[in-house]
């Protein structure tokens, strides 16, 4: 059975070697309405489990032949924090991996636990879900197990930023309709003021759901980070965005656009024409735009004063 995939290029991790750790069916605690995945019984724990020595005994090979991957990243056909031998699992990847970094894409369902926060502490990067920060909209956007308290999440959440190291990255997938009113925006931007993340990434559906859902536009995905507190690192993650129309910015007006939101390079390129473009190269050559990693993306944002 194959538990390696890839390597495939992430604009926001590098050259990524993907470890599924459910590779024959999907195992998940969530049954969000935007999966790719055939819809499926909602389950707390995997029932059909890979030793951790088969896991270990692809990944080597695939490091030795892939010697210029940036992240191996731990993912799953569903949830992989539900792989009952995580924190094991994770011991031998760091003492296999070298220099090469270490992720997860979670759900964030499991948290709380505090296995979960012993094993995943050992990541360099941690990534979760949160689409919703109230209880009506995440009961009907991710569908998730009777188990599954959003209370408790957003408690682990913060419990775990407390004692991680690494880089915190918080996802939100928006659905048209669902989860991009002002009022849930509200919700996620007063939590994740006090989560303090190193990076938010927000997206949209890219892959055809099991549900009949409709995804966000580009230009309504940037309408939406500005509303987001200007202290968060928000990223738009959105694969095609050559539809969106380019705007012309004077230096006053990218100074004033920097002051509000951090822009990334994805960003730049997406909303600038060529004159915007060009005031941008001379504001950074005058000094008044400065850059910032955080969660391994660029940001550039306005110098102070």
Known sequence: MNIIFGPVNSRRFGKSLGVDLSPGKKQCNFDCLYCELKSAKVVNNQTEIIE????????????????????????????????PHLNELIDKINQIKGSVKTLILS????????????????????????????NECFKKLDRADKSVDLNQIKKGMIAFK????????????????????????EHLN?????????RVDIGTIDRPPAFDVKPLSYSELYKISLLFDASLNVSIAA??????AK????????????????????????????????????????????SKISGNIEFFTAKSD
Do not use: W
């Not at 005994?57 to 949830?79: C, R, W, Y």
């Not at 007063?190 to 190193?198: V, Y």
């Not at 390079?265 to 005058?286: A, G, P």
């Open 239 to 244: 694969k095609n965005t050559k539809e969106s």
């Open 162 to 185: 407390n004692r991680y190291r690494g880089d915190l990255i918080i996802e939100i997938l928006f659905v048209k309709g669902i989860n991009d009113s002002k009022k849930e925006i």
């Open 190 to 198: 007063s939590f994740l003021k006090e989560l303090k993340p190193a």
């Open 247 to 290: 705007f012309s910015y004077s230096k006053e007006q990218i100074l004033e656009t920097l002051k509000r939101r951090p822009l990334t390079k994805d960003d730049i390129n997406s909303l600038f024409d060529s004159n915007s473009l060009n005031n941008f190269k001379q504001l950074k050559t005058e000094g008044k735009i400065c």
């Open 107 to 134: 759900n964030g369902s499991t948290i709380a636990k505090p296995k979960i926060q012993e094993a995943l502490a050992k990541l360099d990067s941690v990534k979760l879900s949160l689409d919703c920060a109230s």
């Open 52 to 83: 951790v020595k088969e896991i270990v005994s692809q990944i080597e090979p695939a490091l030795n032949e892939h010697k210029d991957i940036d992240v191996l990243t731990l993912t799953a056909n569903g949830e992989p924090t539900l792989y």
